[in-house]
T-cell receptor, first 111, second 114 residues
Framework: SQKIEQNSEALNIQEGKTATLTCNYTNYSPAYLQWYRQDPGRGPVFLLLIRENEKEKRKERLKVTFDTTLKQSLFHITASQPADSATYLCALIIPGNQFYFGTGTSLTVIP | KAGVTQTPRYLIKTRGQQVTLSCSPISGHRSVSWYQQTPGQGLQFLFEYFSETQRNKGNFPGRFSGRQFSNSRSEMNVSTLELGDSALYLC?????????????FGPGTRLTVL
């Protein structure tokens, strides 16, 4: 079955720095990969989607890369702010449309 | 535009009982997906419905079932509840099926099985 690993359960960085979160997967090759943000007590909120034939996607201070050879996606938040503190989830969508989520990385941006 | 709504928000049941959860998607969205979220397993996909048809199914036992109505509202049923079914159940709606577009999640239903 699909296995998804997100780097360290918790990540602390200083305000203004770039946060880099990792999503590694095994076995299947996803057709799409999505990143979500989840705040305590709330459902996930969609951030970005990247397709298997895309290398990089950007949205404001967010950037996602997708390396199908390494089976890895990197999620970057530049000029991080305390308001970026949350849990970030990656999700793989496999042909046949199975959805697999990672367990998430808790990001804390320290003022 | 109103977001995804889920009812009830909290539920306490005992082992062996059954439960039905409800999800109303964003107006115009025809895809509804259900997920189970626990601290240990994270977010796990249950199933996805589109236009009243189940399109995808995760690896959960048959005790977990769902349906979708003609107005796109969806219900999820869990029969013969077990302690391990305690979790946050989330539904998400999308304008298309299969993960092509973003999913909008509801606030979830917190189910506790005693």
């Amino acid at each position: 079955s699909q296995k998804i690993e997100q780097n360290s359960e918790a990540l602390n960085i200083q305000e203004g720095k770039t946060a880099t979160l990792t999503c590694n997967y095994t076995n299947y090759s996803p057709a799409y990969l999505q990143w979500y943000r989840q705040d305590p007590g709330r459902g996930p909120v969609f951030l970005l989607l990247i397709r298997e034939n895309e290398k990089e996607k950007r949205k404001e201070r967010l950037k996602v890369t997708f390396d199908t050879t390494l089976k890895q996606s990197l999620f970057h938040i530049t000029a991080s702010q305390p308001a970026d503190s949350a849990t970030y989830l990656c999700a793989l969508i496999i042909p046949g449309n199975q959805f697999y989520f990672g367990t998430g990385t808790s990001l804390t941006v320290i003022p | 535009k109103a977001g995804v709504t889920q009812t009830p928000r909290y539920l306490i049941k005992t082992r062996g009982q059954q439960v039905t959860l409800s999800c109303s998607p964003i107006s115009g969205h025809r895809s509804v997906s259900w997920y189970q979220q626990t601290p240990g397993q994270g977010l796990q996909f249950l199933f996805e419905y589109f236009s009243e048809t189940q399109r995808n199914k995760g690896n959960f036992p048959g005790r977990f079932s769902g349906r979708q109505f003609s107005n796109s509202r969806s219900e999820m049923n869990v029969s013969t509840l077990e302690l391990g079914d305690s979790a946050l159940y989330l539904c998400a709606s999308s304008s298309t099926w299969g993960g092509v577009n973003e999913q909008f999640f509801g606030p979830g239903t917190r189910l506790t099985v005693l």
